[in-house]
């Protein structure tokens, strides 16, 4: 429980689902721990919180350096805040591009320009992008999600090979489908939730949706110590869906 004590880690979209669930593991490893998010308000416990959208840059450089200065340095980044979309290239207007990629994509370059340098301080700093089977699966569907997550998995080599002689790993995590609000409201969405939910796990090889602790237990895992010869990687948590 305190393979992560004295190390310090920022959090983006943590204020629910897998951000929430990894916050709260590095928490209880040991980690002094901010989540940055549109809506810390929910955010409780030995957790530190600020706001912060990742499309404003200046939002982020200003919360980045202030959650450092708190923490007192910064160890681990964990890049996770995203959105959905669905539709194929037909159906989503280029605003509804720009948007996707300006969370999912520049989010994780605004933030990570803003911690790389406190990151090249520490020994054994660590990014940790939350990517998607969406990357190299070629789901239906989903052509602006899948494009976004594509630019992740590269970005997320691209910047490994750029900072590995600085001490700093850069790795992802490929989820599933997991049982997150996100898909909860997918669900809600839906004409009959109940029996949408049974038709999504059905899907699943397992037979049942990922949950965000196994998907936060590979970000730690990647975070940690332990991962210290592993940068440039996508660890899949899919349930056997795609693998990687
Ligand atoms: P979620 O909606 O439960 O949580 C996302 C969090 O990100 C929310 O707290 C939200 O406020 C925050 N956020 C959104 N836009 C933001 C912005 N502009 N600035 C700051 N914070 C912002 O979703 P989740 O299911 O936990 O998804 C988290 C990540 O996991 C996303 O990157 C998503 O693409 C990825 N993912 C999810 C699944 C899934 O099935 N749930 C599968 C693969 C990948």
């Known amino acids: 429980a305190t393979e992560l004590a004295g190390r310090t880690a920022l959090v983006t979209g943590g204020?629910?689902?897998?951000?929430?669930?990894?916050?709260?593991?590095?928490?209880?490893?040991?980690?002094?721990?901010?989540?940055?998010?549109?809506?810390?308000?929910?955010?409780?416990?030995?957790?530190?919180?600020?706001?912060?959208?990742?499309?404003?840059?200046?939002?982020?450089?200003?919360?980045?350096?202030?959650?450092?200065?708190?923490?007192?340095?910064?160890?681990?980044?964990?890049?996770?805040?995203?959105?959905?979309?669905?539709?194929?290239?037909?159906?989503?207007?280029?605003?509804?591009?720009?948007?996707?990629?300006?969370?999912?994509?520049?989010?994780?370059?605004?933030?990570?320009?803003?911690?790389?340098?406190?990151?090249?301080?520490?020994?054994?700093?660590?990014?940790?992008?939350t990517c998607s089977i969406a990357a190299t699966a070629g789901l239906p569907q989903r052509a602006l999600y899948s494009a976004s997550k594509g630019a992740v998995l590269s970005l997320t080599l691209a910047m490994a090979a750029d900072h590995v002689r600085e001490g700093v790993r850069v790795n992802c995590v490929n989820p599933g489908t997991v049982d997150t609000p996100w898909v909860g409201r997918l669900l809600d969405a839906a004409p009959d939730p109940a029996a949408e939910r049974a038709a999504l796990q059905a899907r699943q090889p397992t037979g049942r949706l990922v949950t965000a602790a196994e998907v936060a237990a590979a970000i730690a895992y990647l975070a940690s110590p332990a991962a210290g010869a592993t940068t440039g990687t996508a660890l899949a948590v899919d349930g056997g869906m795609q693998g990687l």
Do not use: C, Y
């Open 15 to 129: 204020a629910s689902g897998i951000g929430r669930a990894t916050a709260e593991l590095l928490a209880a490893r040991g980690a002094l721990v901010t989540v940055l998010d549109l809506d810390p308000s929910t955010v409780t416990g030995p957790l530190l919180a600020r706001r912060a959208d990742v499309t404003d840059d200046t939002e982020v450089r200003t919360a980045v350096a202030a959650a450092v200065e708190e923490m007192g340095g910064l160890d681990i980044l964990v890049n996770n805040a995203g959105i959905g979309a669905q539709g194929t290239v037909e159906d989503n207007d280029d605003t509804q591009w720009q948007r996707v990629l300006d969370v999912n994509v520049l989010g994780i370059v605004r933030t990570s320009r803003a911690a790389l340098p406190h990151l090249r301080a520490r020994a054994g700093g660590a990014i940790v992008n």
